[in-house]
């Protein structure tokens, strides 16, 4: 059995100034929160990014806890953008990327749609985004799904990466959804 994981998560501008008029922002980091501790128990690579931090402070410490290595800082929407960004996902070698993060409409989709015209496969997880309005997060999903991009949940996420229940963290990453 092949217990390799071939993704990166990445979790765009999850930022408390942001995020306090995101809405549904306590399920958002709730759910946020438990992609970065499956990705850990996983070993996935995590990358994430702050957009203009200056202006909108840092991720809330209950996801942060959980990240290890050091955050991109930047002031482009798309991640992609980002020379820093790109060098260390490249440099990862993966073919999937995982997205998550704010505002659904502009970071996230900006993000998704260039790593998806980069090549890469990616999946957005729609429980883990958000947006001021849930109309523009409900467009943005729109939009994505136009352009191939994979829209999937928390739970379906966890449990593809899973691929089986004799994988070895199997009881770790279910126990995230009960």
């Not at 128990?41 to 202006?55: E, F, G, V």
Request: proline fraction near 3%; charge should be negative.
């Amino acid at each position: 059995m092949n217990n390799v994981i071939d993704a990166a998560l990445v979790i765009v501008d999850v930022q408390e100034r942001l995020l306090s008029v995101i809405a549904q922002n306590d399920s958002l980091v709730e759910n946020i929160s438990k992609l970065a501790i499956a990705a850990n128990y996983l070993d996935m690579p995590i990358l994430w990014c702050r957009q203009n931090p200056r202006a909108l402070g840092d991720f809330p410490e209950s996801i942060s806890k959980h990240l290890t290595v050091a955050p991109i800082d930047k002031m482009c929407f798309s991640c992609s953008l980002c020379e820093e960004f790109d060098k260390k996902l490249s440099s990862l070698g993966v073919k999937d990327v995982i997205v998550c993060g704010i505002e659904s409409h502009i970071c996230v989709y900006q993000t998704s749609r260039d790593l998806a015209r980069k090549g890469y496969n990616v999946e957005v997880v729609s429980d883990a985004i958000s947006s001021r309005d849930l109309n523009n997060k409900r467009i943005a999903i729109e939009r994505m799904r136009a352009e191939s991009i994979s829209i999937s949940s928390l739970e379906m996420t966890l449990f593809d990466l899973l691929g089986t229940a004799e994988h070895p963290k199997f009881r770790e990453v279910s126990k995230l959804i009960k």
